[in-house]
């Protein structure tokens, strides 16, 4: 698709007057930017951006400006769409619309009542003026960007059909194309027909929205999806289960953002500040308790002068070392020994390095100098002094809420360094690891394993692994494929706030997951498989928590696929970010580089997340390079590596590639970093 062309129009009295208030802006710069990084997703540019009043004439100017002149693709306007008297973004957007668009109200609204009852105080509106799509989004930098989540992927369409564009049939079908493979959607003379169900009996779609009936349907199933019918029925013969999947298969990024929505960010604590601390996130703004330095210090090792002295011999009268203690008053003419960060005696106004002296006379015992030559000229107030609070002044903020302690040490320095011997930060989850399968046999049992039993490695590894991240994991075993089983075994930890299991989440009769935390753990299911290899199964639910001291928060639950290097990946993809999101870290997804392929990479009829070893090269750039065979159920593609290589679905990747069934060596590609780049050996 060609670059879409955005303006964000903040729309807040305070933020016209006040600039630096509006966060705003980059809230909604950010969504576009996420999309831009998902590979089979639209382009967009933001194009515009601008801040006024909450005054109907000026919103409107902008409004008929970009969409009138600059012809823009999308116009996003944030704020003003409350209940409070000064808000009147509808009342000025409606008049300009020339077509209304009641589908993107309701995917904004249903979207946001979901996260919060709150939802029903904003009154979007959305439509068509011209070629531009408009939008308004509420004016929290918080709600405006799930606002505009919910529909920013599929917005596009709407945006380039508005803008008549030469190449909207292709595009068009193009993009429905994926629509269609990624969602069931499927477009018939300009209405979408959602087909969740294999059946065929859930053939609402469109008409979902258009019985103007302000309500939606009672389907049973997961929330998000309402026409999704429930999981096999845990009671039925096989004979009866689905024969195919009743799940939607959402895009990587859609399950990205249901994730996010549904990961609470847990409650604050007390910790004390030593390597227990590393990898919480403050929940308050520390403030220095005590200066650094306490007192005027001396940055080396010398004499202690009055610099309008110059050079010449001096008496040294006295001895400050770095010890607590008085030092007595410096007069003109007199120097004083001094070590490295020991305090200035009083009238002293710099230190001159021992290497810049030499010692003129001793005294009777010969065991200290009596007089001293300073050779340094030039000497200028305060050389070598760090003046008290000049590294940290007393009351300032030295590390903010939301700041993550890192494992470098330097945090817990700083923290360290003023006295600060405790700290509010946000609870870590505690994750539970249950395998799942009546095959598996424990990595250490000793006994060699009979026919069709294999090895459990998922539970070892994410244990690992969850640790590694700084994450308190629970080992809750193996559960016999029996729903009895699971449910016992997935609510047997009270303390679990998350729980990841790996197995039985696909399509055979022993895959019991999806319908026991649905039937027997009353939970709810957000989604059930996920256009990506691997991890097509990857399901996402939340359900009630019994435990008093998680208050209302629903727990978790990530079932993975039992494949071993499905379950690893899908564990970074999704598990880890969610479980820094609920630890209070505001940056919780991983790092992504644009690196060079380093071999051919094989693509695939699924975007698929190719295990690889990201390392700096000659030129300076960055290659990933293939851990090799990728098959699902080989854990080894995951050894050594440091990543994946994102890479396109072939259907994305135009007709040439798709036939050569490769990305060749040399092209360029964003890598997702879970493990440190390697570097160029050898010295710097
Ligand atoms: N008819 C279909 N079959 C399958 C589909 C599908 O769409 N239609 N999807 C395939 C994909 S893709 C994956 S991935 C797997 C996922 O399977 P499950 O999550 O249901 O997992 P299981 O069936 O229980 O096991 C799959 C595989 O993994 C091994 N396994 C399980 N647990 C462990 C463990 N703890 N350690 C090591 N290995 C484990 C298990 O023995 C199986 O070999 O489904 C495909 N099928
Ligand atoms: O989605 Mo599966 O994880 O390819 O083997
Ligand atoms: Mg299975």
Request: net charge negative; charged share 20%; glycine share 10%.
């Amino acid at each position: 698709m060609p670059a879409l062309t955005v303006g964000i129009l903040v729309v807040s009295t305070t933020a016209s007057q006040h600039l630096t208030v509006d966060t705003s802006t980059s809230a909604l710069t950010e969504v576009f930017e996420h999309v831009n990084g998902e590979s089979q997703a639209a382009q967009w540019e933001v194009k515009e951006t601008t801040i006024v009043c909450d005054d109907i004439e000026k919103i409107q100017a902008t409004v008929k400006k970009w969409a009138d002149e600059e012809k823009l693709n999308l116009i996003v306007t944030t704020g003003g769409t409350g209940f409070a008297v000064k808000d009147v973004t509808p009342e000025a957007v409606r008049p300009l619309l020339q077509k209304e668009a009641p589908g993107l109200v309701h995917a904004m609204l249903s979207g946001s009542l979901e996260i919060t009852p709150f939802a029903m105080m904003s009154r979007p509106v959305a439509g068509v003026r011209n070629q531009s799509v408009i939008i308004t989004v509420p004016g929290s930098p918080k709600g405006a960007k799930e606002t505009l989540g919910f529909i920013v992927r599929t917005v596009p369409h709407a945006c380039i059909q508005a803008a008549g564009m030469e190449s909207s049939r292709k595009l068009h079908q193009g993009g429905t194309k994926q629509l269609e493979k990624t969602h069931g959607i499927t477009e018939k003379a300009g209405h979408f027909h959602i087909s969740h169900s294999p059946s065929g009996h859930a053939e609402h779609g469109h008409n979902h929205h258009s019985h103007g009936c302000g309500h939606s349907h009672g389907h049973q199933g997961p929330k998000r999806h309402q026409t999704v019918p429930r999981a096999n029925d845990l009671n039925a013969a096989v004979t009866r289960r689905h024969r195919e999947s009743p799940y939607p298969m959402i895009p990587v990024g859609e399950a990205h953002n249901l994730i996010s929505q549904h990961t609470p960010v847990l409650s604050v604590q007390q910790k004390d500040v030593n390597a227990d601390l590393i990898g919480y996130v403050l929940a308050e703004d520390i403030t220095a308790p005590e200066a650094v330095p306490a007192f005027r210090a001396s940055i080396v090792d010398g004499y202690a002068v009055i610099h309008t002295d110059g050079p010449g011999v001096y008496p040294v009268v006295a001895v400050s070392h770095a010890a607590p203690g008085a030092v007595p008053q410096l007069k003109p003419g007199q120097i004083a020994r001094i070590t490295t960060g020991a305090p200035l005696p009083p009238g002293a106004t710099a230190v001159i390095m021992v290497e810049e002296t030499a010692i003129k006379t001793m005294t009777a015992d010969d065991k200290e100098e009596k007089e001293v030559e300073i050779f340094a000229t030039g000497i200028a107030e305060n050389d070598n002094v760090r003046e008290a609070g000049s590294d940290v002044e007393a009351g300032t903020v030295i590390l903010k809420a939301g700041t993550a302690i890192t494992s470098s040490g330097g945090e817990i320095g700083l923290l360290a360094s003023v006295g600060v011997s405790s700290v509010r930060v946000f609870r870590k989850p505690v994750v539970g690891v249950l395998s799942t399968g009546d095959e598996l046999v424990d990595h250490n049992n000793p006994r060699s394993l009979e026919h069709g039993e294999i090895r459990d490695s998922n539970r070892p590894t994410l244990l690992s692994a969850i640790q590694a991240q700084g994450f308190t994991a629970v080992d809750l075993g193996i559960a016999a494929d029996k729903s009895e089983n699971l449910s016992s075994d997935l609510t047997r930890d009270a303390n679990c706030d998350v729980i990841i299991t790996t197995g039985g989440v696909s399509m055979g009769e022993l895959d019991l997951l999806k319908p026991t935390i649905e039937q027997s753990l009353k939970g709810t299911i957000h989604f059930g498989r996920v256009a990506m290899k691997p991890g097509k199964p990857t399901t996402f639910a939340t359900f009630p928590s019994t435990n008093a001291k998680q208050g209302d928060l629903d727990k978790l639950i990530f079932a993975l696929p039992g494949n071993p290097a499905s379950a690893l990946v899908t564990f970074y993809l999704f598990v880890l970010p969610s479980l820094r999101k609920s630890a209070g870290y505001v940056e919780y997804h991983l790092p992504r580089v644009r690196v060079v392929a380093g071999n051919d990479l094989r693509i695939d009829p699924r975007p698929e997340y190719h295990r690889v070893f990201v390392k700096m090269q000659n030129d300076g750039r960055l290659a990933a390079f293939s851990t090799g065979g990728q098959r699902s159920s080989r854990i080894g593609s995951a050894a050594q590596a440091n990543g994946v290589a994102c890479l396109p679905a072939k259907s994305e990747v135009g007709e040439k590639r798709e036939k050569f069934g490769y990305i060749p060596k040399g092209e360029t590609v964003t890598a997702v970093l879970w493990g440190q780049i390697g570097g160029l050996s050898g010295l710097m």
